[in-house]
């Protein structure tokens, strides 16, 4: 009857009602909303006198108040209501606290959610269980889609917990995916103040201003950090990557002459000879190598670095030419295999390539349980030496040395792969498997070499075994691909990335799938994302990337997204899984292409 009368003529009868049913939450609140700012304050003043008990009409008063602009009033609203509850003796849970408090949100009322769940959010909940229950209520509010209220859950929990870093990482992540720059500044300003030795606040409030182009910004930040951090490897080299992204190499390189001095960790030599090697300055990469493996002789990295060092730029060529060409010892183009050793220098090249061999044998007695190191010796012996019996000896000795390592078993399959040893192979990829039965990137190499008709029942042994592996969804993914089914196979990609969103490899196939099958709109969708996810790992991608970055400045994500995904073959999807070798001269072919253009 109500809501067919006039606005003043349903005020009458609302005033009326109140006074004959008292009780009637609802009556109250519709007479409310009916009258101005004033005189709703006064009916719901009565209805809390005349209803203490019910929570309903103290949120409504706050939203009033918020809604009229008087925020400060609604902190002592919500305060007073729980006390009200609580001296009536009325139980109301934190859950439907929490439920008005996304309803609040909803309702456009940001400032009485976060008074609801800053007052309510610990009511019931043990002191040892609060950190656990309340990130609980995040994900929940995250799923729900209520950002704010896991905002203000996670201001709650800065509040108690204000030197716990993992939970100002977690509240910056909120931030980042869902706030605004301002509001992720501002909580990293506080987050730096109470944690001032975590170097990840700190990189993380860099990073911000560096991505939005505030590059002073971002410099005063890392000033910040150093003063508060002046041995922290990770902010030095932060501000070495700020420097060469900004085209200034050689403050660059008095940075990491300081950083040497400071922290002289070995991450910091290998920093410092690989921007000598960006900026083509080859004697003092070596004086810099040299002098990191005497001074860090147990670091793997700094012993590849010097053997490549060796390698380039007279042998990197022949890896990829090698691995472009086909097999090494069977060269199926020989007329370009000899213009290639004619335009090369082999008296050059035969001694770098001893050198690089005596770098790699002093390397591996030195780092004997370096699998990365073992790889990179026998890979210099198949593709550049094109010794397979010799690069075939060190994989098992690697083996001895590095017992169920994934990689080098698939190193020694694929060594028998390039000597046509199809048999021995399959003998190896068995071994392996039984040695490392959990390792996906066995069990997807396992599909990819599978004749077609078997890929299928491999599928479903590799799923069974590895049931959250990325490079498996991959490779199941690729199975439906090359049969046409594309609604399974964007259901495997979606598997595959979450499982692992840093696996480039999979962004880079899916990004060719929907160039190739779906629309302008779907693939540029899986650009942004990738761009967002910025992923580091895959075999394919990090092909693509290291050779995308022959400078000091590196490539963004989209490129090395672009050109990973033009080396996939959609006719030949597993070509490239079973021999990455020849994406890498693909690449760098692709890369002179566009140096050219």
Same mark, same amino acid.
């Given at each position: 009857?109500?809501?067919?009368?006039?606005?003043?003529?349903?005020?009458?009868?609302?005033?009326?009602?109140?006074?004959?049913?008292?009780?009637?939450?609802?009556?109250?609140?519709?007479?409310?909303?009916?009258?101005?700012?004033?005189?709703?304050?006064?009916?719901?003043?009565?209805?809390?006198?005349?209803?203490?008990?019910?929570?309903?009409?103290?949120?409504?008063?706050?939203?009033?108040?918020?809604?009229?602009?008087?925020?400060?009033?609604?902190?002592?609203?919500?305060?007073?209501?729980?006390?009200?509850?609580?001296?009536?003796?009325?139980?109301?849970?934190?859950?439907?606290?929490?439920?008005?408090?996304?309803?609040?949100?909803?309702?456009?009322?940001?400032?009485?959610?976060?008074?609801?769940?800053?007052?309510?959010?610990?009511?019931?909940?043990?002191?040892?269980?609060?950190?656990?229950?309340?990130?609980?209520?995040?994900?929940?509010?995250?799923?729900?889609?209520?950002?704010?209220?896991?905002?203000?859950?996670?201001?709650?929990?800065?509040?108690?917990?204000?030197?716990?870093?993992?939970?100002?990482?977690?509240?910056?992540?909120?931030?980042?995916?869902?706030?605004?720059?301002?509001?992720?500044?501002?909580?990293?300003?506080?987050?730096?103040?109470?944690?001032?030795?975590?170097?990840?606040?700190?990189?993380?409030?860099?990073?911000?201003?560096?991505?939005?182009?505030?590059?002073?910004?971002?410099?005063?930040?890392?000033?910040?950090?150093?003063?508060?951090?002046?041995?922290?490897?990770?902010?030095?080299?932060?501000?070495?990557?700020?420097?060469?992204?900004?085209?200034?190499?050689?403050?660059?390189?008095?940075?990491?002459?300081?950083?040497?001095?400071?922290?002289?960790?070995?991450?910091?030599?290998?920093?410092?000879?690989?921007?000598?090697?960006?900026?083509?300055?080859?004697?003092?990469?070596?004086?810099?190598?040299?002098?990191?493996?005497?001074?860090?002789?147990?670091?793997?990295?700094?012993?590849?670095?010097?053997?490549?060092?060796?390698?380039?730029?007279?042998?990197?060529?022949?890896?990829?030419?090698?691995?472009?060409?086909?097999?090494?010892?069977?060269?199926?183009?020989?007329?370009?295999?000899?213009?290639?050793?004619?335009?090369?220098?082999?008296?050059?090249?035969?001694?770098?390539?001893? *050198? #690089? !061999?005596?770098?790699?044998?002093? @390397?591996?007695?030195?780092? =004997?349980?370096? +699998?990365? &190191? %073992? $790889?990179?010796?026998?890979?210099?012996?198949?593709?550049?030496?094109?010794?397979?019996? *010799? #690069? !075939?000896?060190?994989?098992?000795? @690697?083996?001895?040395?590095? =017992?169920?390592? +994934?990689? &080098? %078993? $698939?190193?020694?399959?694929?060594?028998?792969?390039?000597?046509?040893?199809?048999?021995?192979?399959?003998?190896?990829?068995?071994?392996?498997?039984?040695?490392?039965?959990?390792?996906?990137?066995?069990?997807?190499?396992?599909?990819?070499?599978?004749?077609?008709?078997?890929?299928?029942?491999?599928?479903?042994?590799?799923?069974?075994?590895?049931?959250?592996?990325?490079?498996?969804?991959?490779?199941?993914?690729?199975?439906?691909?090359?049969?046409?089914?594309?609604?399974?196979?964007?259901?495997?990609?979606?598997?595959?990335?979450?499982?692992?969103?840093?696996?480039?490899?999979?962004?880079?196939?899916?990004?060719?799938?929907?160039?190739?099958?779906?629309?302008?709109?779907?693939?540029?969708?899986?650009?942004?994302?990738?761009?967002?996810?910025?992923?580091?790992?895959?075999?394919?991608?990090?092909?693509?990337?290291?050779?995308?970055?022959?400078?000091?400045?590196?490539?963004?994500?989209?490129?090395?997204?672009?050109?990973?995904?033009?080396?996939?073959?959609?006719?030949?999807?597993?070509?490239?899984?079973?021999?990455?070798?020849?994406?890498?001269?693909?690449?760098?072919?692709?890369?002179?292409?566009?140096?050219?253009?």
């Amino acid at each position: 009857a109500v809501e067919q009368e006039t606005p003043d003529d349903a005020r009458v009868m609302l005033g009326r009602a109140v006074e004959c049913v008292p009780t009637s939450v609802d009556l109250w609140l519709a007479l409310a909303r009916l009258e101005t700012y004033e005189n709703a304050k006064k009916v719901l003043n009565k209805a809390r006198k005349t209803i203490p008990t019910e929570p309903k009409i103290w949120i409504t008063a706050a939203k009033l108040e918020e809604a009229n602009g008087k925020t400060a009033t609604v902190d002592k609203i919500i305060r007073a209501a729980t006390k009200s509850m609580a001296a009536n003796d009325v139980v109301v849970d934190r859950e439907t606290w929490l439920s008005e408090a996304e309803s609040a949100e909803r309702a456009g009322h940001p400032v009485t959610c976060q008074a609801l769940v800053r007052h309510t959010i610990g009511l019931g909940v043990e002191s040892e269980d609060r950190r656990n229950t309340w990130l609980n209520d995040v994900a929940n509010f995250i799923a729900r889609g209520s950002i704010e209220t896991a905002r203000a859950t996670f201001l709650h929990m800065l509040s108690v917990f204000p030197n716990r870093v993992s939970i100002w990482e977690r509240a910056a992540k909120l931030e980042q995916q869902h706030g605004t720059s301002e509001q992720l500044q501002q909580l990293l300003r506080r987050a730096v103040q109470y944690c001032p030795r975590a170097e990840s606040l700190w990189l993380m409030a860099a990073r911000d201003r560096w991505t939005r182009g505030d590059v002073a910004g971002a410099q005063a930040v890392l000033t910040d950090a150093f003063a508060a951090n002046s041995d922290s490897e990770q902010i030095w080299l932060a501000a070495v990557a700020m420097e060469t992204e900004n085209g200034e190499n050689e403050r660059a390189r008095a940075l990491l002459t300081r950083a040497r001095a400071a922290c002289g960790t070995p991450h910091v030599w290998m920093k410092s000879a690989k921007l000598e090697r960006d900026l083509g300055e080859r004697e003092a990469e070596l004086r810099l190598l040299e002098e990191g493996v005497a001074k860090f002789p147990s670091y793997a990295k700094l012993w590849m670095m010097l053997a490549q060092h060796y390698e380039d730029p007279y042998l990197q060529y022949r890896r990829d030419l090698n691995a472009a060409l086909g097999d090494p010892n069977k060269p199926n183009k020989p007329d370009e295999r000899k213009a290639a050793d004619e335009d090369g220098d082999d008296d050059k090249i035969v001694a770098r390539t001893a *050198k #690089a !061999r005596q770098v790699y044998q002093r @390397a591996v007695r030195h780092c =004997p349980q370096s +699998a990365e &190191l %073992w $790889l990179s010796y026998a890979e210099l012996e198949a593709l550049v030496a094109h010794s397979l019996s *010799k #690069a !075939r000896s060190i994989l098992e000795t @690697a083996r001895l040395r590095v =017992p169920k390592n +994934a990689a &080098l %078993w $698939l190193a020694a399959v694929r060594v028998e792969q390039r000597a046509h040893n199809d048999s021995v192979a399959q003998q190896l990829m068995a071994k392996a498997l039984q040695e490392c039965p959990k390792a996906g990137v066995l069990w997807a190499h396992a599909i990819a070499a599978d004749a077609r008709a078997k890929r299928k029942s491999r599928s479903y042994d590799a799923l069974q075994r590895c049931v959250d592996d990325p490079a498996v969804f991959l490779a199941v993914a690729k199975m439906f691909w090359s049969n046409r089914k594309i609604k399974k196979t964007r259901q495997w990609f979606k598997r595959a990335l979450d499982a692992g969103t840093d696996v480039g490899d999979v962004w880079a196939h899916l990004y060719a799938f929907e160039r190739q099958l779906g629309t302008p709109d779907t693939a540029a969708a899986v650009a942004a994302n990738c761009a967002q996810a910025a992923p580091k790992y895959g075999e394919l991608w990090i092909t693509v990337a290291k050779r995308l970055h022959c400078g000091p400045v590196p490539m963004r994500t989209g490129h090395v997204l672009e050109l990973a995904s033009s080396l996939v073959d959609p006719d030949n999807l597993f070509r490239l899984y079973i021999d990455p070798a020849a994406a890498a001269a693909a690449t760098s072919a692709a890369v002179a292409n566009q140096n050219d253009g």
